[in-house]
């Protein structure tokens, strides 16, 4: 589910393939419900400005919503498998792009048409989960396989890959990574895992380019952030 950032509504999805939209002034009043995926929605994004509503499926299909019409925007067929997860930088491109990721793939688009713009430069080699992209463009994705990358938004280069470890006692299994997102600093990161765990994750204030090596560095691309 999405709260959406302006209007007073909730944006949900569901294995009914719908995404309702509520009106959280009332109780239980359902304002649209946006139909037209052909299985569960896994994802869901909300906006300020058209498209205000973005879902993704496990039909593979990405939607871009017209939330006053509770009409199809767009579809968005480049996927391959579940899209499970989606971000989006209010500021950097203007605010004008989102990323979505399903297994091994992240690819980026443009807003408002969603127009297809690149894929991340590297594979993840997961079933994404989870993603988020905090002020400094530093965006985080979890895997089920409990693995975590670290991408510069703007070039889509994997900068860091870290991996959590389940807590003693759990199954290896019980590593994956199912949400997380950044606190309001951006230097702290929150995930929430299979091993019933949440676990913290704080920007390393000692990382250096020795340290930290970045086998490419795109024109203009200022220091990132390290966890």
């Not at 995926?37 to 496990?58: F, M, N, R, W, Y």
């Not at 039909?59 to 006053?68: C, G, Q, S």
């Not at 992240?106 to 992209?133: C, D, T, W, Y």
């Not at 510069?152 to 991996?163: A, E, Y």
Request: net charge positive; proline share 4%; with cysteine.
């Amino acid at each position: 589910m999405a709260l959406h950032p302006t209007l007073d509504v909730l944006v949900t999805g569901g294995r009914d393939s719908a995404c309702r939209v509520w009106d959280v002034r009332l109780k239980n009043v359902q304002v649209h419900a946006l139909t037209g995926h052909e299985d569960a929605v896994c994802s869901l994004l909300t906006l300020p400005t058209d498209p205000q509503v973005i879902s993704g499926s496990h039909d593979t299909t990405v939607k871009l919503w017209d939330l006053r019409k509770g009409k199809t925007f767009s579809t968005l067929t480049h996927h391959k498998k579940s899209v499970r997860a989606m971000t989006h930088h209010p500021k950097l491109d203007r605010g004008n792009c989102f990323a979505s990721a399903s297994t091994n793939t992240i690819k980026k688009f443009n807003l408002p048409r969603g127009e297809f713009l690149h894929n991340m430069l590297s594979q993840q080699k997961s079933i994404i989960n989870a993603m988020a992209v905090n002020e400094d463009g530093v965006m985080a994705t979890g895997g089920d396989n409990g693995s975590l990358w670290f991408w510069d938004w703007k070039s889509g280069h994997n900068f860091q890959q870290s991996q959590t470890i389940a807590q003693p006692g759990s199954q290896e299994s019980e590593a994956g990574i199912y949400a997380l997102c950044y606190d309001v600093t951006g230097t702290r990161l929150v995930t929430c895992e299979a091993d019933k765990t949440i676990k913290m994750w704080k920007q390393d204030e000692k990382a250096t380019p020795e340290t930290h090596p970045l086998n490419f560095r795109p024109p203009n691309l200022r220091d990132v952030g390290r966890f």
